[in-house]
């Protein structure tokens, strides 16, 4: 499946984002997973969403703050972040897998092209 992430840009500390994973086909199928990098620094997985919706996972880095969710009937997922950090400034990247939620970026198959997310203190 093709994936495509949009939504990042430039936000103040406190602010709030909306990423969004578009896909090319159906979702119905396929566990997605929101992983992000920054400069120097290894990829990190952020949160993962079952197929059905019923599993999600959160890195504690993000816990309490960022939110994801799905509809499959628009073949898309959505990260909502809010209470943004600098720390949080990175590219944003959502990818697709089959079977259950993980954080672990390996298991995934299909990945998009990123989003730029940059917070500013």
């Known amino acids: 499946v093709q994936l495509q992430a949009s939504g990042g840009g430039l936000v103040r500390a406190g602010g709030s984002l909306s990423l969004s994973c578009a896909a090319s086909s159906s979702l119905d199928y396929y566990t997605i997973g929101w992983f992000r990098q920054a400069p120097g620094k290894e990829r990190e997985g952020v949160s993962s969403i079952s197929a059905s919706g019923w599993s999600t996972l959160e890195a504690d880095s993000v816990k309490g703050r960022f939110t994801i969710s799905r509809d499959n009937a628009k073949n898309t997922a959505y990260l909502q972040m809010n209470n943004l950090k600098p720390e949080d400034t990175a590219v944003y990247y959502c990818?697709?897998?089959?079977?259950?939620?993980?954080?672990?970026?390996?298991?995934?198959?299909?990945w998009g092209p990123g989003t730029q997310v940059t917070v500013s203190s």
């Open positions: 990818a697709a897998k089959s079977g259950g939620a993980t954080l672990a970026s390996l298991y995934y198959d299909d």
